[in-house]
């Protein structure tokens, strides 16, 4: 399986939406193109209480998936999103880079 070049738990920086400009932390993929990022695409869902599962109704916030296009990785060193690219170390392990300055993500 290829190599993604964002993953779970990276941090990201949204591109486009409501949530335009924000900062997160992706919690899981919900397919290869969409992620859930924390406290990001949040909507208000309607809830049918469930006696048995001990879930009472009423309206609660969720965060729905957000398409991968959508988001960028997030440079802390240059406070601004980036492009990941791959490239093999010393030891001959596949590594996620910033472009823009060379860094490694993955250490």
């Given at each position: ?43 208000k ?35 601004k ?5 791959f490239?093999f170390?010393e ?10 300055d ?6």
């Open positions: 399986m290829a190599m993604k070049k964002i993953r779970k738990g990276d941090n990201v920086i949204i591109l486009s939406g409501k949530d335009k400009g924000k900062q997160s932390t992706v919690i899981k993929f919900e397919s290869v193109e969409k992620v859930i990022v924390r406290d990001v695409n949040r909507v869902s309607h809830v049918k209480p469930n006696p048995s599962k001990n879930i009472v109704g009423g309206i609660v916030e969720i965060e729905k998936p957000i398409h991968v296009s959508n988001i960028a990785i997030f440079n802390s060193d240059k406070n999103a980036d492009r990941v690219g490239r170390n030891s001959g392990n596949k590594v996620r880079y910033f472009k823009s060379g860094t490694l993500i993955d250490l």
